[in-house]
Structure formats: C-alpha cells, structure tokens
C-alpha cells in the first residue's frame, strides 16, 4: 500500500524560506518520477516542481529560482525548499507520484497517488 506523507507548512512571512517533506512508503522515491503541486482556493491545482528517476528536474515558471525539488533515496522522502516566498504562493501543497520513472507529466489527472497536503501560507 502507498502512502505519502507531507509536512512542513505553515506559515512564513514574504520573502522568507520552508521546506516540506513528503515520506513515502510502499514506493521507492528513486524509482519514479515525484511532483509537488499546489492548489490555491479558487484555482486549479498546478504542477509546481518534478523529479525523474535519473534526478531531472522540471519547474513551474513562476517558481523556477526560487523552489528547489529533491530526494533522499536512503530516507525515501522527498523535499521541496522554497525559498523568496511570495503571498502568492500561499496554498496547499501536495506530493504525488506517476507510475513512471522516465515521464513527469503536467496534469495532476495522471498521478496516480496523493498525499494528504500540507498548507503553506505566506503572509
């Protein structure tokens, strides 16, 4: 059985750093492509970093330079660090896994498994 973990929100003042954690069981973090997503009250829920089996990286444009995405296979947890946050940054965030190692896409239809989510709010 899957399971992921988040934690690590709360809240932080602009400008200011968080990094959340996503502990997986049932699956191995080096084995599959992971993503972080947010979703906003109101809006779409939106891909906001990925990682691939080899360690690529992909980024939302409207984070790229500020949030930085990683594994730690020993621990098998995935983190996002973000840092220069902005208010608009302010939602809830998620982890998520595909069922791929090679392929990260976009939408979160394809994920197959979710955590709970974790609330980042940015004031």
């Known amino acids: 059985q899957v399971q992921l973990v988040e934690s690590g929100g709360g809240m932080v003042q602009a400008g200011g750093s968080a990094r959340l954690s996503c502990a997986a069981s049932?699956?191995?973090?080096?084995?599959?492509?992971l993503a972080w997503f947010r979703q906003a009250p109101g809006k779409q829920r939106e891909r906001v970093a990925s990682i691939k089996e080899d360690g690529s990286t992909m980024y939302a444009d409207n984070v790229k330079g500020r949030f930085t995405i990683s594994k730690d296979s020993a621990k098998n947890i995935l983190y996002l660090q973000m840092d220069s946050l902005k208010r608009e940054d302010t939602a809830m965030y998620y982890c998520a896994s595909y069922d791929s190692a090679y392929v990260c896409p976009l939408d979160h239809q394809s994920y197959l498994y979710w955590g709970q989510g974790t609330q980042v709010t940015v004031s």
């Open positions: 049932g699956l191995t973090v080096s084995t599959y492509c």
